[in-house]
């Protein structure tokens, strides 16, 4: 589930941090820079594991910091295919059940992946698991905050780096009194999660059987 990632980066010490050791005001700006952020076909950046290797400092002219290249290993959320890991039910929705570990909200299991037979409830807005039994089938809610365990089944990465403006469809110039900007609908387009695992259900919750039972 964690794995320590060999790295390397140029760290930037502003002049009022002079005074502070090395080691420790390097530490502190890789943390500012990594902690809690998604690296592109990396993973989720957790926090400093350690510095290796501090390569000479330099000053350049006009920029009162100092530059110093860093080797460093960095410890990261990168569960590996195939992997069990256990998760909480945050929101279902007609794409499947939405999964979290607390730290970590991008988990999908899609609806081909639940326990079978399975179907959305509209009203409810969740999935249930039409559980057959001697006395015929008993639909299992799988209802926010219930406990799932899972296995990973794939993963997505999603450059998110800032893009340049998009391109106009037409260069017909704007007509007097008309609106330069493009249409609201248009400018506002879905966000995509940087890294995104997908699974496959191994229990639909691990209290919905123990309360049938019960």
């Not at 290796?52 to 006009?62: M, Q």
């Not at 403006?165 to 007097?176: G, L, R, S, Y």
Request: proline content about 7%; charged content about 25%; hydrophobic content about 40%.
């Amino acid at each position: 589930m964690f794995v320590l990632v060999e790295m390397v980066d140029t760290v930037r010490i502003p002049p009022w941090n002079f005074q502070r050791q090395l080691n420790e005001a390097i530490a502190e700006e890789l943390n500012k820079k990594l902690a809690n952020k998604v690296v592109y076909n990396v993973g989720l950046c957790i926090c400093l594991y350690d510095i290796t290797k501090l390569e000479d400092s330099y000053i350049f002219p006009g920029d009162g910091a100092s530059h110093t290249k860093v080797h460093f290993r960095y410890v990261v959320f990168h569960p590996f295919l195939d992997e069990i890991l256990v998760g909480k039910i945050k929101y279902c929705s007609q794409e499947g059940v939405h999964v979290t570990m607390g730290f970590f909200d991008d988990i999908l299991i899609p609806p081909e992946s639940l326990q079978q037979p399975a179907k959305f409830d509209e009203a409810e807005q969740v999935w249930l698991w039409e559980y057959e039994t001697d006395e015929g089938a008993h639909d299992l809610y799988m209802d926010q905050g219930e406990e799932i365990r899972f296995r990973v089944t794939d993963e997505v990465f999603v450059d998110t780096s800032p893009t340049g403006p998009a391109v106009a469809a037409t260069d017909t110039p704007a007509q007097p009194g008309q609106s330069m900007a493009p249409p609201a609908e248009s400018s506002l387009e879905k966000k995509e999660a940087p890294y995104t695992l997908i699974g496959t259900i191994c229990e639909p919750g691990l209290g919905l059987l123990s309360w049938w039972n019960n």
